[in-house]
């Protein structure tokens, strides 16, 4: 008897995945199958981070810190986040409760809510992932300029 497939074939469509800061703002995204697994776009997104300019000092080209659900939960995965020099706290499956990691989770959930706002997003009204990503990446972009924009006019 084999274990699970990492793959769902029941589930037509597709998911966005989102990269976000500290404070919700996205700084990747993509879309892949509904039928794949979550931890195989994770990858992908940790090298799409883009460099952040600072104030003092060199550009920052990685996080400090990675936290992911349980979904993220494999070894290869655990020790390649590592070996980039980003802290990893991902829940364990079968150790960790959910709810602990919920203070870090609902930036994300968040930032979700603030994307399906556009609604072109709600529904996948475009035959080819391109599309929907390059709405996606719209989105994202206009969803920075307006926390960015709102964070510069209370200073």
Known sequence: MTGPSPVDRGKP??????LTDRAGIPLAVAVSAANTNDAEA????????PAVRSRRGPRRRKPAKLHADKAYDITDLRHWVADRGIGVRIARKGVERSDRLGRHRW???RTFSWLTGYHRLNLRYDRKAEHLLGFLTLAAALTCFKKLTKARSAT
């Open 13 to 18: 469509g597709s998911k966005l995945h989102i």
């Open 107 to 109: 930036v994300v959930e």
């Open 42 to 49: 994770l990858r992908p997104l940790v090298r799409a981070i």
